[in-house]
């Protein structure tokens, strides 16, 4: 089976992804589930530099004269922006995803309590951005922070509520221009909603990329549940599936139905002579053989060892089945050239059993298995003659 890869998302095939994945530690980024939280992480810290470095321009330039807004925000700017980046480093050298993104929601929590506190209190604009640390705790660590921050921001809302209705705070509105205010009252809010959105985008597109390969995953196991290691061929388990499947659909649609066992002559003396090494190699030849001669709604099983079977639908005449076996044997018979250049035979005996027309009484007592049988005792007749086939109602004639 061919590996299928995993296709990628638009924001996958950003140059900002890729330089971001470059960053990250193999360790944290073979692992699915750590992979989706690096990315989110180290893509969220990367958002909060920028946004810190805008804020600074805006204070620098929309608020110089405001010197108390300067001498305020300034330094506070520049703490977040340490804190992410102890944050970053946490990530990148001690590969700690949860410790790293607590770190990092400790800058916008202390940047709106102290900023709420000086602006306007209860009423201050700075108090959006307590909604950035729950959000992007329980995308970035794990439930248990996520509910410690959630229960820290209703405790901190509560708290500046029951300062301003006690009368005891008079705010400390640093900022006196109504031009000035308002436009953080715009700023503010439309940042937060921002970088909770692009959180919430950037882990939906890697829970996306999580299920793809969860699927890829399913198919993969699956496959090899069913399928022989080898050759890719159906195994025991899933022929038997498949042809009580098809027996059922042949007597409910009234189609015919063939059943071939195939075991190959002189075989055993290339396993002896050179090893299994070579005796794996012409087993894997005659699969390709034997699934480029059938279609492709027929069944073709390695039941095991150098023995095979073909579940042929919609065929049960002599007439029209003898080319098809001819094939094969003509087939299996063409010169197998070995990896080092040698060339050997193998030959193929076939039984071949066809779904008998029965009473609705007597398919009680016939089965997959008695097919089986019966293919397998023609195919055990043509064995004593050598590359050569046998019909099983030849048998009894």
Known sequence: MQSSQLETTRFEQTFLYRWLITLLPDELLLDPNSRSKAIVMSFILFCNMMSCL??????????????????????????????????????????????AGNLSLISPYISAVVGGWLTGGAFSPM????IIPPIFAFVLTNVTSGIAWFILTIFTFLVFWLVDQSGTYEPLFMITDSYEYALMQ???????????????????ANSI???????????????????????????????????????????????ELSLLYIDL???????????????????????????????GTDTVARLGGDEFAIILQGVSDKARIEPILEKILVSIGHDVSLENGDVVNVYASVGVAFLPELEEDEWFAFDSEALCRQADAAM???????????????MNK
């Open 209 to 255: 990329r999580l299920k793809r390969l969860l699927a890829m995953e399913r198919n993969m196991l699956a496959f090899k549940a069913a399928h022989d290691p080898l050759t890719g061929l159906a195994n025991r388990e899933e022929f038997h599936s498949q042809l009580s499947l098809a027996i059922s659909s042949a007597r409910r649609l009234e189609y």
């Open 54 to 99: 805008s804020f600074l321009i805006i204070i620098l330039l929309g608020f110089n004269n405001t010197p108390s807004v300067v001498e305020y925000g300034v330094p506070l700017i520049f703490g977040c922006m340490l804190n992410y980046a102890i944050a970053g480093l946490t990530l990148l050298y001690f590969k700690h995803i949860n410790l």
């Open 380 to 394: 055990y007749v043509a064995k004593s003659h050598k590359n050569t086939w046998c019909f099983y109602d030849d």
């Open 127 to 130: 108090l959006y951005i307590l």
């Open 265 to 295: 002559d002189a075989f055993k003396p290339i396993n002896d002579e050179r090893g299994h090494h070579a005796g794996d190699y012409v087993l894997v030849e005659i699969a390709k053989r034997l699934k480029q001669i059938v279609r």
């Open 186 to 204: 715009l700023i503010l809010p439309v940042t937060a909603c921002v970088m909770v959105m692009i959180a919430v985008a950037i882990y939906e």
